[in-house]
T-cell receptor, first 112, second 112 residues
Framework: GENVEQHPSTLSVQEGDSAVIKCTYS??????FPWYKQELGKGPQLIID?????GEKKDQRIAVTLNKTAKHFSLHITETQPEDSAVYFC???????????FGTGTKLQVIP | DADVTQTPRNRITKTGKRIMLECSQT?????MYWYRQDPGLGLRLIYY???????NKGEISDGYSVSRQAQAKFSLSLESAIPNQTALYFC???????????FGSGTQLSVL
């Protein structure tokens, strides 16, 4: 099965700084790479995703980059704000299969 | 109103009791899932359903059963609850051809 590792497990940054979370996966057939944000008391919510035919995708302050050769993808948050404080999960998946393997999560704390 | 609604939000029960967690959705999605979240372990798939007559085991189905009563409803049952089933349970939905998962707010279950 897919082995997914997410680093770091916790991350504290000053407001306005950037944050980067990395997700490493093992299955070279994975072709869909999403990031979910889970706020306290809520379910995970998709914030950005990328497919294997694209190397980078941006949406305002967040971006995802993919390195298929090295089998890792990263979440980048720039100009962090207190509302970015949450737990972030990666969840790589391969097409045609329903099983999604979630990373163990990264707790991001943005210090005002 | 939430698109994916889980009831109850919190439940405390005793070992050996039967318990049902319910999920309903107004998104019109055909696929529904039950996940379990434990600290430090990410989310793990219990069961999933692609349609009303379709039930599939996930990676941790032992001790659980599900029922897809209608396209909009998917319930999870613990026939005889045990303490290591204490966890946060999430229902999620998606539509065929779209990888994105939409989660409910979760049910915190405690088995004493």
């Amino acid at each position: 099965g897919e082995n997914v590792e997410q680093h770091p497990s916790t991350l504290s940054v000053q407001e306005g700084d950037s944050a980067v979370i990395k997700c490493t996966y093992s299955d070279s057939a994975s072709n869909y790479f999403p990031w979910y944000k889970q706020e306290l008391g809520k379910g995970p919510q998709l914030i950005i995703d990328i497919r294997s035919n694209v190397g980078e995708k941006k949406d305002q302050r967040i971006a995802v980059t993919l390195n298929k050769t090295a089998k890792h993808f990263s979440l980048h948050i720039t100009e962090t704000q207190p509302e970015d404080s949450a737990v972030y999960f990666c969840a790589p998946k391969k097409g045609g299969y329903q099983k999604v393997t979630f990373g163990t999560g990264t707790k991001l704390q943005v210090i005002p | 109103d939430a698109d994916v609604t889980q009831t109850p939000r919190n439940r405390i029960t005793k070992t050996g009791k039967r318990i049902m967690l319910e999920c309903s959705q107004t998104k019109g999605h055909d696929r529904m899932y039950w996940y379990r979240q434990d600290p430090g372990l990410g989310l793990r798939l219990i069961y999933y359903s692609f349609d009303v007559k379709d039930i599939n085991k996930g990676e941790i189905s032992d001790g659980y059963s599900v029922s897809r009563q209608a396209q909009a409803k998917f319930s999870l049952s613990l026939e005889s609850a045990i303490p290591n089933q204490t966890a946060l349970y999430f229902c999620a939905t998606s539509s065929t051809g779209n990888e994105k998962l939409f989660f409910g707010s979760g049910t915190q279950l405690s088995v004493l």
